[in-house]
């Protein structure tokens, strides 16, 4: 028997860039099964080191992972995002959940993106998610 809260009202297995309960999807989801998302994912701890960046990241920005992981994401990884606009965000807000287009600079030419960016009060790591604008 099929229930009226069955697959057509469950959430999707692959998290979207919009979902509202991305963050919590991101957690279960881990490891390598990020890598099979359609945006990018840059996960930083309260240091701002990144300690999560997936494949699709990778490719469109073509930085590996080796010049990456345990990096602080403003200053050595996207410093063009070192400002008021994205850094000072996760500073003055605990709880952030927001979107914003963005154009990064470095190692590449100007790229439009949608940035959306994401800290949860108690939760270990933020996270600045990215798709093409």
């Known amino acids: 028997m099929t229930s009226e809260t069955g697959p057509a009202t469950a959430p999707s297995a692959v998290p979207e ?3 509202p309960d991305l963050v ?3 957690v279960q989801l881990g490891g390598p099964a990020l890598d099979h998302l359609s945006f990018g994912v840059i996960g930083f701890d309260s240091e701002d080191l990144v300690v999560v960046y997936n494949a699709y990241e990778s ?5 590996g992972p080796d010049r990456v992981l345990g990096r602080n994401i403003f200053i050595e990884v996207a410093p063009c ?3 008021f606009l994205v850094a000072q965000r996760f500073v003055d807000e605990p709880d ?3 979107q914003l287009d963005y ?7 100007p790229t439009p ?8 009060r108690g939760h270990p790591l933020r996270y600045m998610l990215v798709r093409p604008a």
């Open 17 to 19: 860039f919009d979902d």
């Open 59 to 63: 490719t469109r920005a073509g930085i």
């Open 96 to 98: 952030l959940d927001e």
């Open 103 to 109: 154009v990064f600079t470095l190692r590449m030419r």
């Open 81 to 83: 995002t070192n400002n």
């Open 24 to 26: 919590e999807r991101l």
């Open 113 to 120: 993106v949608r940035l959306r960016l994401v800290a949860r």
